[in-house]
């Protein structure tokens, strides 16, 4: 299939998808400012969501553009309700604690990257360039990620107890993560998107070995929640875009 | 790297300044977070186009996805290129290729040195993406130095600490 048989709603869709990762793993990360237990990684947690956030709003824009509709970023990440958001369930997750935060950076950054390598070579120029720009940073979030991961789970009894139960509650959401649906395989086909499913092992691999290493214990568990691809959120969500989109909601088009 | 812009050609202008004349401009603009850095020491102005219609398109690239001095920049480049440059100039932000530290020029480099920060590897060293040589310390140039963390001040730069003279500094994070 020619790249021009590329539906541009669907490229715009899952510019969507992949822009609202970014930006809800933003805002999560951003609300550790000034909160996080020290100050480097106040500062690291911080600079982990500038980044995303700017992917995000390349993301956005993007899909703006292409659904052609006249909205533009601040629109797209505002003036949305909770059903309207794709992005997938783990990176809307909360906080908790500084564990459950850094289980969730491993198990998301290690499939970010795997998804932007491939998506480098996409045959959507504009999804291409903004991967290649963000692949080198996510492969740094995954850095910090990794070197937390092994500190708290082969650190002491308590950290180690939180990073294991941080991974046993955040695990479930994992498998939504290489979930396929029409959409993905139509623009797979057309060398637009990269399907996840592909992905699964050498994530598998990777978040193993990491964890391995770290003495937690990969769970086993059946219940494998989903429902974000299609704007079905966890119950957390709705009470992170309030805060979110507050401020935009309650003055529209307010700027400094 | 060569010079990604193009040599000069007359703009149509009242100013009538060549694309090398306006280029040089520009690139003299302050980074606003790192104020001893213009935009050509660090690379982010990627080049201008002059259709033979006239019309003028300067292209600059972001160091980091979030880096909140891009927003700035672009205003500023805006500004000199509305008083400049031909009418219905347009300024465009292009992510491909991605910017890497190596687009840094060895003036830059100096000026940060000099400025307390260490500057990221030089470009013709070959290594890996992330981490290769130790930062020298700014103030002592001892070698002798630790990262403290990954993250800095800006996205750019990560937080060291130099252990003979126990300076802690920042360095600018090489990014190939």
Known sequence: MSATATSTSDVALYALRLGDDALILAQRLGEWSSMAPELEEDIAL???????????????????????????????AFGRGEREFYNCLLVEQPNVDFAHTIARQLLFSTYQLALYEPLTGSADSGLAGIAAKAVKEVAYHRDHAVKWSLRLGDGTAASHSRMQDAIERLWPYTHELFESDELVERLAVGGVAVNPAGLCDSWGQFIGATLGEATVTVPETSWRPSGGRRGEHTEAFGHMLAEMQWLHRSHPGASW | MASPIAPGRQLVSATMLTVDQLAATIGDIADPEIPVLTLSDLGILRGIDLAADGHLVVRITPTYSGCPA????????????????????????????????????DDGRRKLLDYGIAPPDPAAEPGCALLSMPARCPRCESEDTREVSRFGSTPCQAQHVCNACLEPFDRFKTLR
């Open chain 1, 46 to 76: 911080t600079n982990i969501a500038l980044d995303l956030l700017g992917q995000a709003r390349f993301l956005l824009t993007l899909a703006g553009e292409l659904e052609g509709s006249g909205r533009d970023e601040d629109e797209l």
């Open chain 2, 70 to 105: 891009i927003d700035p920049i672009r205003r500023e480049v805006e500004r000199v290129v509305e008083e400049l440059g031909p009418p219905d100039a347009e300024v465009r932000m292009e992510l491909s290729p991605p910017w890497s530290t190596d687009w840094m020029s």
